[in-house]
């Protein structure tokens, strides 16, 4: 009876990892410098100052409204008419219950104008409003 032949070499199926780091490093190098991060555009407004200011506690869970002197409205750099302010707010806070609205107006827009956005806000039952300012400088 004849013995079966044995292979007298065998083959690894191993794949190199010894240029793994070079190569992730390599990706995460690129996607940091093609990466843009952006602030919101909005509406050319000039803040009005406040003596003292706090940060919201995370820009997530917001929604920016820019309204400026001329009454023109921006929610999240789109442009909205007033009247259509309720509708996209309403949307907003269906998607995310958490949501603040920081109302970002010109120091010189009419109250009138301030008043009816807080009514479509109210409308809208967007009651957690942040009214935001920059700090005066003393």
């Known amino acids: 009876m004849r ?4 292979k007298r070499t065998e083959i690894k199926s191993e794949i190199p990892t010894a240029s793994m780091p070079d190569i992730i490093f390599m990706l995460l190098v690129f996607f940091m410098v093609t990466t843009v991060l952006r602030e ?3 509406l050319p407004i ?13 820009k ?3 929604a920016h409204v820019w309204v400026n002197k001329a009454g ?7 442009r ?9 707010i309403y949307a907003k806070l269906a998607s995310d219950p958490k949501l603040i609205t920081s109302l970002k107006a010109d120091r ?28 005066k400088v003393m």
């Open 60 to 62: 997530r869970h917001t």
């Open 3 to 6: 013995k079966p032949f044995k």
């Open 108 to 135: 010189d827009t009419p109250m009138r104008v301030i008043s009816d956005m807080q009514q479509e806000l109210r409308h809208a039952n967007a009651l957690k409003v942040n009214f935001s300012a920059k700090t």
């Open 40 to 42: 919101f555009d909005g």
């Open 80 to 88: 909205v008419p007033m009247s259509a302010v309720r509708n996209v």
């Open 72 to 78: 023109m409205v921006s929610i999240d750099d789109k």
């Open 46 to 58: 000039t803040l009005p100052s406040a003596v003292k200011i706090e940060k919201l506690e995370s």
